[in-house]
């Protein structure tokens, strides 16, 4: 006979504690408590501040006000997520070219402020967690994140493991060169693909054909009311959906840039899911159905070998706090 | 004491070693390779095992687990190669078969990710988390290492980076696409342009055109090293230009990746500083941040051919728990 049953072991799902998530980006520390499952309670936003020291007191004060918001809940760890060069082992931020800090050794002086267990990571690293457990490539263990900003950033994760590198430094998809002796980077290179494939670039193609005033750009024109300069890949994503041709035909060129550099990650990471983050990909197929075909046209071995499916990140500007508490509540918290 | 043994299965030859824990190679077999005919191919290494273990049980080394490499697609549960360029393996379950046939427990791996393995175990790399290696060779194959892991991918197909795409309808590759890496740093594309030069003529071309004698066709790519090592500018600037291809790839790759270190085999590598030097240049110079970050050294492979069965035998210690725990 079978021993009498026991109590079911709890599920994650079940696990009714909290994780502090905090996502501290060069304009605002967002912060939220996030459940076993993904969900975040009690966001916050809050203006970061341009030293060091203050710096630390704000994510301190966010954590603090958390904790009092939790009510009782037990909160059993803090995950940071942060934009720049962290080390990961060590919890330092080591460079944040949008941050006061520098060699900030955040998580022994968060621990020290705070009582609570801390881990702290780079924020893509955080947000491609964040979209393998709860969001467009849940339960994929190999996944790859890729984020069109003004650059392009993201992080990869190999059978279920955010992979980080010997430095710190992995994700760096931006810049792989895509044209030799291409474009003029800001990284003091050529051919970047960010200069090919970003949400920067998109605005900047806008801006350029309104400049030269180009037929059909009417629309674009209104949206940024008459000045080129302040075009954005925003705008030609409206303009886009809009159904505005012109648009479409740009968000079409750097969707099939997008596909180039995609299938050179693949060939290298073979990924189960390729997740696209960042604003541009409100812009959807008109972006994203491109970038699939000339994923699939450039991947080798097509016809014998599985695409990866193509998807826009699911989670939009709450992935990074909410990997970041995930992986703190991986480590044990 | 227990051993492993790894099987290096190529398209001409199958070769065997019996490999201890340490990954010193303590007895070796080889066949020729009946490429064509799936069944015999499984048979052979049979064979082999057999000869092997017979081997080393004199010595009172016992036999324990059986790492097969091969170039191909093998499905990510390390069971079945899906396909290989060289073989006549199609979705052929490897694992089990060969498992049936030795009686022992078998693990099979794509070559480049076991010769990976090798360099990440004992070799070049040794120690290293994070590495990357490529072999030149007929084609440009890869094989990565992150944080202690093998990058096999969700089907199998990682570190397949022959094929990136470095110049925009660039050289028409065999594959169907243009401007693949292994056009431009591969010892065909070694051999290609040294023919090239040979073909033009001339003062230039001399030294290498007396080597085989008129006929590019007779060039291989041994033959533009050994000029080169002569001396003959013609020679070093082939070399220098697969180098600086092999460099600007790999910085590509290292801007994804973060390796703390680059091993480059395969027999294009055998020519050592002439094509490397020129590699590490264009390498520290396309890779970003530079002057921000370490520049990972880019070293020759230490285990040359016997790298892929010397890394299959070792993971095939390690999923059957006899291998040295690792990280």
Known sequence: MSPAPTAPRAEKGDDPSLVVGVDVGGTHVKAGLVTATGDVLGLTRTDTSRSSEGLVDVVVGVVDGLLTAARGRQVVAVGVGAAGLVDHARGVVVLAPHLPWRDEPLRDRLEGRLRLPVVVDNDANAAARAEHRFGAGRGEPDLLLVTLGTGIGGAHLVDGRVQRGRHGLAGEYGHMTVVPDGRACPCGRRGCWEQYASGSVLGRAAEDLVRQGRPGTTMLRELCGGDAARLRGEHVTRAGLAGDPLAADLLAEVGRWLGHGLANLTSALDPGVVVVGGGVVAAGDLLLGPARRALAERLPGTGHRPVPPVRPALLGNTAGLVGAADLAREAGG | ?327
């Not at chain 2, 190669?81 to 693990?107: C, I, M, Q, S, Y």
């Not at chain 2, 007929?138 to 990058?151: A, C, E």
Request: include cysteine; glycine fraction near 16%; charged fraction near 20%.
């Open chain 2, 1 to 327: 004491m227990s051993l492993c043994l790894g099987v290096d299965i190529g398209g001409t030859k199958i070769a065997a070693s019996a490999v201890a824990p340490d990954g010193t190679i303590l007895a070796r077999a080889r066949r020729e390779s009946p490429a064509q005919d799936a069944d015999r191919i499984e048979r052979t290494v049979a064979d082999l095992v057999e000869e092997l273990t017979a081997q080393v049980s004199g010595s009172g080394e016992q036999v324990v687990a059986v790492g097969v490499a091969c170039a191909g697609f093998i499905d990510r549960h390390g069971e079945s190669v899906v396909f290989a360029p060289n073989l006549a393996w199609r979705d052929e379950p490897v694992k089990a078969h060969l498992e049936a046939l030795t009686g022992l427990p078998v693990t099979v791996e794509n070559d480049a990710n076991a010769a990976a393995w090798g360099e990440y175990r004992f070799g070049a790399g040794r120690g290293v988390h994070d590495l990357l290696l490529v072999t030149l060779g007929t084609g440009v194959g890869g094989g990565i290492v992150t944080d202690g892991h093998l990058v096999r991918g969700a089907h199998g197909f990682g570190a397949e980076v022959g094929h990136l795409r470095v110049v925009p309808d660039g050289l028409r590759c065999g594959c169907g696409n243009t401007g693949c890496w292994e056009m431009y740093a591969s010892g065909s594309a070694l051999v290609r342009e040294a023919r090239a030069v040979v073909a033009g003529g001339g003062a230039h071309a001399a030294y290498l055109a007396g080597l085989c004698g008129e006929d590019p066709e007779e060039l291989d790519g041994v033959m533009v090293t050994e000029a080169a090592r002569a001396g003959d500018p013609a020679a070093v600037e082939v070399l220098e230009t697969v180098g600086r291809w092999t460099g600007e790839g790999l910085a590509s790759l290292a801007a994804v990746l973060d390796p703390g270190c680059v091993v480059v085999g395969g027999g294009v590598s055998q020519a050592g500083d002439l094509v490397l030097r020129p590699a590490r240049e264009a390498f520290a110079r396309h890779l970003t941040g530079r002057g921000h970050r370490p520049t990972p050294p880019v070293v020759v492979a230490e285990l040359g051919n016997d790298a892929g069965m010397v890394g299959a035998a070792d993971l095939a210690a390690r999923a059957v728990g006899a291998g040295p725990s690792g990280r």
